[in-house]
């Protein structure tokens, strides 16, 4: 069965975007040795890739005509988005739950690759959908932006257990799994 993962970058002080989605003092680590590897590796191991609708709409306008996701993308959102010529795109309303074994049938035994953005994450987190967070903090603090996982507020804390920490050039790689 598919597992959910959300696989992201993070500043230190847990946010993944500054406010209006700038990604600059992310992608000034885009050179770091092993990092590009190991989201290619990742990357193999896909098979749907869900995101929410301002995520998908930063990636088209920073890389247009460039749909660089070869595995079938599902949009939430409560917004009409196109989709380049190409692209796999299916834009969906509602909660992640109802969505939820679609996405795993989609995916086959690979993953569901949860892009983003942090309110999205936290939908899964909070419904019990998150199985693994790969998460490669960058020694950067913004002091604001948009949270790991959103604002939503947890009914219950949700336990993970570390597997996982690799170092590179200042950054570091957290692989966690659902306790």
């Known amino acids: 069965m598919a597992e959910f993962v959300y696989y ?7 946010y993944i975007a500054q406010d209006g989605g700038g ?17 290619r590796t990742f ?6 890739i869900v995101m929410g609708g301002e995520t998908y709409e930063w990636i088209r306008e920073h890389h247009p005509g460039e749909w660089s996701y070869k595995a079938p993308c599902w949009v939430f959102s ?13 834009v969906v309303r509602g909660a992640v739950t109802e969505f939820a074994s679609e996405l795993a049938r ?26 693994r967070v790969v998460v490669t903090l960058v020694p950067v603090a913004l002091g604001g932006g948009v949270p790991l996982f959103g604002s939503r507020a947890l009914a219950t804390p949700k336990d993970f257990r570390l597997e996982g920490i690799t170092q590179r050039d200042g950054t570091v790689e957290l692989d966690y799994r659902a306790a």
Do not use: P
């Open 78 to 90: 409560h917004h009409e988005h196109t989709a380049d010529d190409g692209a796999d795109v299916v």
């Open 23 to 39: 990604l600059a003092w992310l992608e000034k680590f885009d050179d770091v040795e092993g990092l590009g590897e190991s989201y």
């Open 8 to 14: 992201v970058g993070a500043s230190l002080d847990g």
């Open 43 to 48: 990357e193999r191991g896909v098979g749907c």
């Open 106 to 131: 989609d995916a086959g035994e690979k993953a569901v690759y949860i892009v983003g953005g942090g309110n999205l994450a936290g939908q899964f987190l909070a419904a019990g959908l998150v199985d």
